[in-house]
């Protein structure tokens, strides 16, 4: 059975910094696309950064040059530096993974739990 388990929200002024992480555990075989998402209040869950297996990232243009994401495919985890963090990046995170378990013997999107990042002004 595949758990993400994530860590590193909290409160922080703007202008702050916090970094997020992801790990994944259980029956892995392999991860294909790891990313990050966010829900503000009222809002529909968006993008906020996706890295494949190959290293290729892609990020939403609101974070693109603040936030930083990368992988660690020997802990299985995926992390999301945040710099110049700004009141609207408030929302919960949430990781995405891509993998393929021996359990279903085929690739499934699992989520992490949830973690809140709240920026004051």
């Known amino acids: 059975q595949v758990q993400l388990v994530e860590s590193g929200g909290g409160l922080v002024q703007a202008g702050g910094s916090l970094r997020l992480s992801c790990a994944a555990s259980?029956?892995?075989?392999?991860?294909?696309?790891m990313g990050w998402y966010r829900q503000a209040p009222g809002a529909q869950r968006e993008l906020v950064a996706t890295v494949t297996s190959g290293g290729s990232t892609n990020y939403a243009d609101s974070v693109k040059g603040r936030f930083t994401i990368s992988r660690d495919n020997v802990k299985n985890t995926v992390y999301l530096q945040m710099n110049s963090l700004k009141p609207e990046d408030t929302a919960v995170y949430y990781c995405n993974m891509n993998i393929f378990s021996s359990d279903t013997y085929t690739g499934l999107n699992y989520w992490g739990q949830g973690t809140q990042v709240t920026v004051s002004s």
């Open positions: 259980g029956s892995i075989v392999s991860i294909n696309r």
